[in-house]
């Protein structure tokens, strides 16, 4: 196995559950989790990881049954970290929990203002080919967001709107990927952002895939080299990202995505630079 320089956060799943409704995805799934099943694909998916990346860990806490979703702990770049604000009551418990792990290992932790929604690296991501953040608002983050991100992070960000209820973070609905390509959803954006997306990323570059996969999160994909890690993928999906050049590896997710979430976000990269 080819290990990559990769870094990713993720949390064991101790006291994950399903404790609260904040998305569509949570319907009819209160205290529907089967604990020992979600311990194993949380650990099933830490392995395909560990064998290509180091992965680093953050204490769980109960009361904090959704801090398994590391990727919206907040937005990291180099030695800088912007703390997420989570929009509902229920994730704000683990802000602190989340600043103290990065300011433990000397990162610059900056705050966004109370008053300005921003969940990290669920709606705020980093294009891979160019020098540029795509940041989600509509759902969770706020467009206000925009700019105290361009202002640490010297980035240009580009708003992307979403619209579709099921795809409440950017990264249920688009992953930019190593080789410079876009996997994405176009339903989940409005047209201006669509718009946006098609004039931004060349057609050659750009893997729009379908609703089956998309309802099976395989935006929410981990990319770590040439491997694309997912909770399940159509044939179709994995050819179309063989062509690309990428090997696709399926780790079962289910109790995850009762909560709304997938492999992408049970993690979050470290080695943003
Ligand atoms: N239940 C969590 C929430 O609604 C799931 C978060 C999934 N994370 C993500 N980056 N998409 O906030």
Aim: glycine share 4%; aromatic share 12%.
């Amino acid at each position: 196995m080819k290990k990559t320089p990769h870094l990713f956060l993720m949390c064991p799943p101790e006291y994950f559950d399903v404790s609260y409704i904040i998305n569509p995805w949570m319907h009819g799934n209160m205290r529907k989790i089967d604990n020992a099943l979600a311990k194993q694909q949380w650990r099933a998916l830490y392995d395909i990881l560990c064998d290509r990346a180091t992965v680093r860990l953050v204490n769980p806490q109960p009361g904090s049954p959704d801090m398994v979703f590391t990727a919206n702990a907040g937005l990291l770049r180099g030695k800088h970290f912007l703390l997420s604000r989570f929009r509902y009551p229920e994730r704000q418990y683990e802000e602190p929990y989340f600043a103290d792990w990065f300011m433990d290992r000397g990162y610059e932790v900056t705050y966004m203002p109370r008053d300005v929604p921003f969940e990290g690296a669920g709606d705020a991501l980093f294009d891979r080919k160019d020098d540029r953040l795509w940041l989600a608002h509509g759902h969770r983050s706020v467009l206000a967001a925009r700019e105290d991100i361009r202002r640490l992070f010297k980035v240009d960000v580009v708003p992307l709107q979403l619209v579709d209820q099921r795809f409440y973070h950017l990264d249920t609905c688009f992953c930019p990927l190593s080789r410079g390509h876009l996997l994405y959803y176009p339903p989940a954006f409005d047209p201006a952002s669509r718009k946006r997306i098609e004039e931004l990323v060349p057609a050659a570059r750009r893997i729009a895939i379908e609703e089956e996969d998309a309802l099976q999160f395989a935006c929410n994909a981990v990319n770590a080299g040439d491997t694309v890690v997912v909770n399940r993928a159509s044939r179709a999906f994995v050819e179309a990202l063989a062509r690309a050049g990428y090997e696709v590896v399926q780790s079962p997710l289910s109790e995850f995505m009762k909560a709304g979430g997938s492999a992408k976000c049970l993690t979050l990269r470290l080695d943003e630079n």
